[in-house]
């Protein structure tokens, strides 16, 4: 299990990154529906980097 929460943990951080780099560009270019699609990665992201926490704190490291 903590080898699933780095996995979410790095998924999360790389949804956020895409959710605001992305939704903030295609604001900036006028693309409304991409950026309100993009954007909604970011809320996501955060759901999935606080799981993968959570889990990695839970769950020790199987050696």
């Known amino acids: ?4 929460g780095q996995i979410a943990v790095y998924l999360g951080i790389l949804l956020v ?3 605001v780099v992305g ?15 993009l954007l ?3 809320p996501l992201g955060f759901v999935v980097l606080l799981t993968g926490v959570v889990v990695t704190q839970l769950h020790r490291p199987s050696e």
């Open 40 to 42: 909604v990665l970011a």
């Open 17 to 19: 990154t895409i959710g």
């Open 23 to 37: 939704g903030f560009t295609a604001m900036f270019k006028d693309e409304d529906a991409l950026a309100v699609n």
């Open 1 to 4: 299990m903590h080898r699933v």
